[in-house]
């Protein structure tokens, strides 16, 4: 076999599995409308019982994740749905949608939590809280989530927690340590941002960057029943030996006091949230054997 086949051979290999996976693809073959019937994956929507419809989320793939959920819907049921919301993105990846508010979270550059994605956070809060039993709430998720909808606990500064996150990244924390920690200190992830919403169904779509797809470790969980406690943030810190040079004395005692509380009130985790990753190293590795095309798989659903 020539160079040349070898080389032509891996870039078809590399542009298939790039190709399954960009989120245009992965909404095209995941979300279909026909009439008043919303298909997501294998999950079908009886659109005519619902109300409005908010589209929340927060990631680098999530904008146009966004823009070809517009294209899926459909000018008429943008519009007899009333279809609003509010995404988290990169500020390079800020684009002029129909209905859907995108806000620049952080610059392109800068892979931490700012007050601008605290700002975010807030509003998507506002959004799914003021929902109700006749509203469908789609989230749209995807890796770079964690850092782009920051709302940090009352007692915990957002630069308490841009110091601890600075500090586990630099010791070499890996994705699942580092969400354990800032789930713990967050209003909307592990899972609130689904209690938080009083529509009557949460369906998320999650194009997933962690191996393994823990839907509650993605983008720290935002739609997901939380796994974890604060004795696990609490070993974390421990592991890398975080002290109060290293991160805030505050924090540390934040964390260290809930966790001498683990058996406190834990609200219900809602049984009206489906949980859809449409996207995975699987989808992109499957593509790339094939050198063909996406090959879908099951979603992975999560109720309660």
């Known amino acids: 076999m020539s160079n040349t086949t070898m080389r032509d051979d891996a870039?078809?290999?590399?542009?298939?599995?790039?190709?399954?996976v960009k989120p245009q693809q992965l909404i095209r073959s995941s979300v279909?409308?026909?009439?008043?019937?919303?298909?997501?994956?294998?999950?079908?929507?009886?659109?005519?019982?619902?109300?409005?419809i908010a589209v929340v989320g927060a990631g680098k793939a999530s904008a146009a994740m966004a823009e070809s959920l517009e294209t899926a819907l459909g000018d008429d049921l943008l519009k007899e749905k009333k279809v609003h919301g509010w995404i988290?993105?990169?500020?390079?990846?800020?684009?002029?949608?129909?209905?859907?508010?995108?806000?620049?979270?952080?610059?392109?550059?800068?892979?931490?939590?700012?007050?601008?994605?605290?700002?975010?956070?807030?509003?998507?809060?506002?959004?799914?809280?003021?929902?109700?039993?006749?509203?469908?709430?789609?989230?749209?998720?995807?890796g770079g989530g964690s850092a782009l909808l920051p709302c940090p606990v009352e007692a915990i500064t957002l630069s308490e927690k841009q110091r601890v996150t600075r500090f586990l990244s630099a010791s070499g924390a890996n994705i699942n340590e580092l969400n354990t920690v800032r789930k713990r200190l967050s209003l909307v992830k592990g899972g609130?941002?689904?209690?938080?919403?009083?529509?009557?169904?949460?369906?998320?779509?999650?194009?997933?960057?962690?191996?393994?797809?823990?839907?509650d470790i993605i983008a720290s969980g935002l739609t997901a029943e939380d796994k974890g406690n604060f004795q696990d943030a609490r070993d974390v810190l421990d592991k890398f030996s975080a002290g109060p040079e290293e991160v805030s004395a505050s924090l540390l005692e934040f964390i260290s006091h809930k966790a001498s509380e683990e058996n406190s009130f834990r609200p219900e985790f809602p049984g009206n949230v489906f949980n859809h990753v449409i996207g995975n190293n699987m989808v992109?590795?499957?593509?790339?054997?094939?050198?063909?095309?996406?090959?879908?798989?099951?979603?992975?659903r999560s109720c309660r």
């Open 284 to 300: 992109a590795s499957a593509a790339a054997h094939e050198g063909s095309g996406p090959r879908r798989f099951p979603a992975n």
């Open 88 to 142: 988290n993105v990169p500020a390079d990846c800020m684009r002029p949608l129909k209905k859907i508010h995108l806000h620049a979270a952080r610059p392109a550059s800068v892979n931490e939590p700012t007050e601008d994605g605290v700002y975010g956070a807030k509003k998507i809060l506002q959004i799914v809280s003021q929902c109700c039993q006749e509203d469908l709430v789609i989230c749209l998720i995807s």
């Open 192 to 215: 609130q941002l689904a209690i938080a919403s009083k529509a009557g169904l949460l369906v998320s779509l999650i194009i997933s960057d962690v191996i393994g797809d823990p839907l």
């Open 32 to 52: 279909r409308c026909e009439g008043q019937v919303m298909t997501i994956d294998h999950q079908k929507i009886d659109l005519s019982q619902i109300r409005k």
């Open 11 to 20: 870039i078809a290999i590399w542009t298939a599995g790039v190709e399954a």
